[in-house]
């Protein structure tokens, strides 16, 4: 009787198709990183578009006049707590409040973060488009990270 292979694989075998599966993996980390990498920019869109429908939304009932006036007088949040906390409605008797947002969306492109009224830079008003220095009110806000996106912007210009 011949003695034949029994139904295993050879260390050869092994080697090489291990070295195959790690080739495969290795080409496929840059898809996933720049796939990660895109939603958390689409989060920072969604994010920064809230906050500044928000911001919109509070100038608006100010112009309205369903928000008393203050001393400096430009009509924007004085801080982004304001656009979560609510202001009483001065068109109800009983001052019931006006709330922009529910709660305020965290910087995704600085998860380590814990209070997402720290992540946000502000802008106000008097403060320049090229340099923006926060003040009296919040007249926008961008994101503080140092990165750069996709689209070869940095994220604090979005």
């Known amino acids: 009787m011949k003695r034949g292979r029994t139904g295993g694989f050879t ?7 291990v070295a195959i599966v790690a080739l495969l993996a290795s080409a496929a980390m840059p898809v996933v990183e720049l796939a990660v990498k895109r939603n958390r920019e689409q989060e920072l869109r969604t994010a920064l578009r809230d906050i500044r429908s928000a911001i919109d939304a509070y100038k608006r009932a100010n112009d309205e006049g369903r928000i008393p006036k203050t ?3 430009t009509g924007y949040p004085p801080t982004l707590a304001a656009l979560v906390d609510g202001v009483p ?3 109800q008797p ?3 409040k006006i709330y922009f947002l529910r709660r305020l969306p965290v910087d995704p492109m ?8 720290d992540a946000w830079g502000k802008r106000s008003y008097a403060s320049p488009r090229e340099r923006p220095e926060e003040g009296d009110d919040v007249f926008d806000v961008y994101s503080r990270s140092e990165g750069t996106g996709i689209n070869g912007r940095p994220y604090r210009e979005w």
């Open 94 to 96: 009983d001052k019931r």
């Open 89 to 91: 409605d001065a068109r």
């Open 110 to 117: 600085q998860p380590d973060v814990k209070d997402p009224l």
């Open 71 to 73: 001393v400096i007088g």
């Open 11 to 17: 260390l050869i075998e092994l080697v090489v198709t």
